[in-house]
């Protein structure tokens, strides 16, 4: 009996928390040695201990997608070209057509009431979107999530 009680003893001492930094290597030498005499005393120790080990093994065999620190190559990439590009082509073509359409606009036989009219329409879209566009931006600025990957 008194080897029972002395394992129960012993168990106790040693914690799931010192079974997982025994395993991980970061016990000192007399915490390993307390460790590795609980476990040479105590069948249930080293039962645990081995779940433990299977766990270990099997989160070091996930294979998750590595990403370097700051993205992909090619995430690089479209972020400092494509993405430039992109808004340079939309500007510009947005440009050419405005200019085209101020040209027909002012060029047209149309009642001066009725281009005015539909100058402003066109000019209170032209803002709210550039408002919008505007709220966007400054609100992902300020966005405590935006370095968050999804």
Known sequence: M????EEAVLSKRVTHE???RYLDGE??????????????SSTELRRELEVYRALQAELRGLALPSEPAGGSVWHAVHRQIARPLAWLLIVFG???WTA???YLFLTSSV???EKLATGAIGIGILILLASVILERYRESLSDPYRDVQR
Request: aromatic content about 6%; glycine content about 4%; proline content about 0%.
């Open 2 to 5: 008194e080897h029972t009680s």
């Open 18 to 20: 010192d079974l997982m």
């Open 27 to 40: 016990v000192d030498a007399a915490e390993r040695a307390r460790i590795e005499a609980a476990l040479e």
């Open 94 to 96: 947005a440009l050419v």
């Open 100 to 102: 085209y359409g101020a």
């Open 111 to 113: 009642f001066l009431l």
